[in-house]
């Protein structure tokens, strides 16, 4: 497992608003302007790196197999995470991720690389685009995507439900370390719906359409 903790790049602070009026009574950065702990090497005794320390001795301590790999970097070059807004905002945060890359499993541009076909029901799409391709008809080939068949999915995939909301990928399984693997340790199961989402509207637009079936 990777943990991306970079330090130091942007710096949050406690502030103290007067609550009628917004105007701002005090405030106290969190850490020292980030030049000045560069250059003295503290990054590296960061709260976020320190969180990463204590994430490999955890791993250590429960021997489950998981063999944790710290990386200083903020994250991907040219990427970001969930963990970016968190510092910024001022507090420790790091991403984990899988180190072992499967390009049968990732998020990239469309295309074919070494025989493996990143976003298949994107190159599926623009194949299947008859006549001139513009803006217009590349958009109506996604939107036409039904029912895709991927292994890392519990149910099909489409891309609109035809609600003005989309969530698609509602169905989820669980999976647990065993013996050094990731195992599945329940079957497949709806997302919750909730009276913050959609999904009750959306699951009577798949049933009506044929959609998350196959």
Known sequence: MRIDGQCCTFRGRLAALDASSGELIWSSFTIDEPRQVRSRGGENDSPSRNLSRFLDSLADRLQI???????????????GGDQVPFLAAGYPAVRLTEPNENYHRQHRDVRVEDGIAAKPQGILALLGIEGEITKESVNEAFRSITNFVSDIWCAPWYYESGTGSNVSNNI???????????????????????????????????EENGLNTG
Do not use: K, Y
Request: hydrophobic share 40%; charged share 30%; proline share 6%.
């Open 172 to 206: 989820d399984l669980t999976v647990a370390p065993e013996d050094g693997n990731m195992v599945q340790v329940e079957e497949c199961f709806e997302i919750a719906s909730l009276p913050g989402n959609p999904l009750d509207e959306i699951r009577a637009a798949e």
């Open 65 to 79: 197999g998981l063999d944790v790999m710290q990386v200083w970097r903020n994250d991907r070059f040219g990427r």
